[in-house]
């Protein structure tokens, strides 16, 4: 099994920035890939950004130019740094883990863009 902890959420003018985190716990395998995802105003679910284990990122039109995500391998962890905020980041924001064809979620963490 594997958890996830995700950390840095809140609120924060237009403009500034904010760090997520993402903390992965249990049965971690090195090729693997993570993700982060956000839920919105109605967006059902959209991809943020995402990062292999060997380091190959993709970013979510939206988060290209703004938003840059990075990982760690000792702890497992995945970064996302978000600058720029705009209202429309408004969302809860989720990180995934995909390995083995299996997909594991977090809880998620609010992120709010105040105009």
């Known amino acids: 099994q594997v958890q996830l902890v995700e950390s840095g959420g809140g609120l924060v003018q237009a403009g500034e920035s904010l760090r997520l985190s993402c903390a992965a716990s249990?049965?971690?395998?090195?090729?693997?890939?993570m993700r982060w995802f956000r839920r919105g105003p109605g967006i059902q679910r959209e991809l943020v950004a995402g990062?292999?284990?060997?380091?190959?990122?993709n970013y979510g039109d939206s988060a290209k130019g703004r938003f840059t995500i990075s990982r760690d391998s000792t702890p497992n962890a995945v970064y996302l740094q978000m600058n720029s905020l705009k209202p429309e980041d408004t969302g809860v924001y989720y990180c995934?883990?995909?390995?083995?064809?299996?997909?594991?979620w977090g809880q998620g963490t609010q992120v709010t863009v105040s105009s």
């Open positions: 995934n883990l995909l390995q083995s064809r299996t997909s594991y």
């Open positions: 990062i292999s284990g060997g380091g190959t990122t």
């Open positions: 249990g049965s971690i395998l090195s090729s693997n890939t």
